[in-house]
């Protein structure tokens, strides 16, 4: 079975420029997270999905970031523009029952 | 706001020597509690979880956990650590039946061969 799906794996991008990340859920999971992982720490919440709707977006800082669910599957992340604070590891799940299944990750690196 | 406080940041064992990880969250209500693992190069992955019942649970490789509500603690443990344990180690809660995972800071386990 496959797992939580993300790409690309890594990207460097100059302050100022957009990037997109992309995640494809395991099949028939309905709840999608992202996650923003910074050195040293633990996974934050930044948006969480129950199908297509977004149900917890409160720590998505909305000014830059966007994301979106087109038909509950696949899920995209925009930065646009990207702040050199944006360097983390960004991290898609997904969950079926009690259990998120998290894919490998995003590293974003802004120079 | 809900918390999760992981204790140590590192932990540095030799193989066979026993492993305890503190980990305490701040809620008031109903609780559920989990364990994750990121082994070098890899995805975070379940190690166990605590829904109610037994506070004592175990998990995969040996690893159990203990939900003492009252310290408002689940700390993980395993009686002899083997090289291939070292990994970072999350501890997570959800709570008031959503399915928000909030996460601790995470604690670097290394094991010398």
């Known amino acids: 079975e496959a797992g939580v799906v993300q790409s690309p794996r890594y990207k460097i991008i100059e302050k100022k420029q957009p990037v997109a990340f992309w995640c494809n859920p395991i099949?028939?999971?309905?709840?999608l997270y992202w996650y923003r992982q910074n050195l040293g720490q633990g996974p934050e919440l930044l948006i969480r999905?129950?199908?297509?709707?977004?149900?917890?977006d409160s720590q998505l800082p909305k000014d830059r970031f966007s994301a979106e669910r087109l038909k509950g599957v696949d899920s995209t992340l925009k930065i646009q523009p990207a702040e050199l604070g944006d360097s983390a590891v960004y991290l898609c799940?997904?969950?079926?029952?009690?259990?998120?299944?998290f894919g490998q990750g995003t590293r974003l690196t802004v120079v | 706001a809900q918390s999760v406080s992981q204790h140590n940041h590192h932990v540095i064992l030799s193989e066979a020597a026993s492993l305890e990880l503190g980990c305490n969250y701040s809620y008031g209500g109903t609780v559920n509690l989990f364990w994750y693992v990121q082994y070098p190069g890899q995805h975070l992955q379940l190690l166990l979880k605590y829904f109610s019942g037994d506070p004592l649970v175990k998990g995969i490789k040996g690893f159990e956990a203990e939900f003492i509500k009252s310290k408002f603690s689940f700390n993980l443990r395993k009686p002899s650590v083997q090289w291939s344990d070292t990994a970072e180690y999350f501890c997570?809660?959800?709570?008031?039946?959503?399915?928000?995972?909030?996460f601790g800071t995470g604690t670097r386990l290394k094991v010398l061969a």
């Open positions: 997570a809660v959800t709570a008031g039946g959503t399915y928000k995972y909030i």
């Open positions: 799940a997904s969950r079926a029952s009690y259990e998120a299944f």
């Open positions: 999905y129950e199908n297509e709707e977004a149900v917890d």
């Open positions: 099949s028939g999971h309905n709840t």
